[in-house]
């Protein structure tokens, strides 16, 4: 069974509503969700099951979000996991499933449509904008800037929102502010110092219910390596790095990273440690 986050908890939360909804069956885009590193045709493939289950689920309701959450994961396992930085097909591939995400799939989360707020929609829309910007133009991240802004600050905002996915809004914001892409924005963008202060936080955070704590998480590792490095404490970053790839490498060995990140754990590993290969 794949972990995922208490949807109903947030639900009642927001709507103080013990309405109920017929469950639709999740076995089978969970089973396909499970081999996404067999290849991009099984994440393909989960996608668009997770994709008719959104749609046969009731407005607003604990299904809905839940295959919409995984409709995002969907996307951006497939954008790290299959399509290089460094060819140029790839890339453009990158931004139409990093669009695609955040324009098209994570709108029927949008609170606006939902009825109530869930940092689910605020974590996923602003990892997929950030992984549009990494392939967009100065003029495009200009022009999608107050959207990311906006996905901070409601992300944070929203019940649950400073813990979610391991922090996941705080390790998003995190890696923006220390992207020396970023200096030349206006409004302080930049800001390594202030990254570094997130991602610790986001280290620390306690689990949201049903999903994990942020010492659990190997991207915030793999995050804080990145800023360490642009902080230029080289001496330190090796260290993290050496850190990570045994401690992550050992949680896998004995099944402690949560089943919902497992392969992207793997990555996380496999980049950190060509990262340290260069220290």
């Known amino acids: 069974m794949l972990t995922r986050p208490m949807y109903a908890f947030v639900f009642a939360l927001a ?13 089978e885009a969970d089973a396909l969700f499970a081999q996404r590193a067999e290849g991009r045709e099984k994440i393909q493939a989960a996608r668009a099951a997770f994709q008719t289950l959104a749609a046969q689920s009731a407005k607003g309701s604990n299904d809905q ?3 919409t959450e995984y409709i995002a994961r969907s996307y951006l396992y497939e954008i790290n996991a299959y399509l290089s930085l460094n060819v140029d097909a790839d890339r453009k591939e990158r931004k139409a499933l990093a669009g695609e995400c955040w324009r098209k799939a ?3 989360i949008n609170p606006t449509n939902l009825g109530f707020q869930s940092p689910v929609y605020w974590y996923f829309r602003a990892n997929c904008l950030t992984r549009e910007a ?7 991240r200009l022009a999608n800037l107050a959207k990311l802004n906006e996905s901070f ?6 019940p649950g929102g400073e813990i ?18 970023a200096k030349g924005i206006p409004g302080g963008l930049y800001n390594p110092e202030e990254a570094l202060k997130l991602i610790d936080s986001a280290i620390e955070a306690e689990a949201y219910p ?20 642009e902080l230029k404490r080289n001496a330190d970053a090796k260290a993290l790095a050496e850190q990570t790839v045994a401690d992550f490498t050992a949680y896998l060995a004995d099944d402690l990273v949560p089943q919902f990140v497992k392969p992207e754990t793997v990555l996380c590993i496999k980049e950190t440690q060509s990262i340290l290969d260069t220290l």
């Open 153 to 158: 600050d409601k992300g944070l905002a929203a």
């Open 15 to 27: 709507l103080g509503s013990t309405t109920q909804v017929k469950a639709v069956d999740f076995s």
């Open 210 to 229: 049903d999903n994990a704590p942020g010492n659990l998480f190997c991207e915030n590792y793999r995050r804080k390596l990145s800023v360490l490095i």
């Open 106 to 108: 994570l709108e029927t």
């Open 65 to 67: 979000l839940r295959a």
């Open 164 to 181: 979610y996915e391991g922090g996941g809004v705080k390790r998003v914001k995190a890696a923006v502010k220390s992207n020396p892409e």
């Open 134 to 140: 990494e392939v967009s133009n100065a003029i495009e």
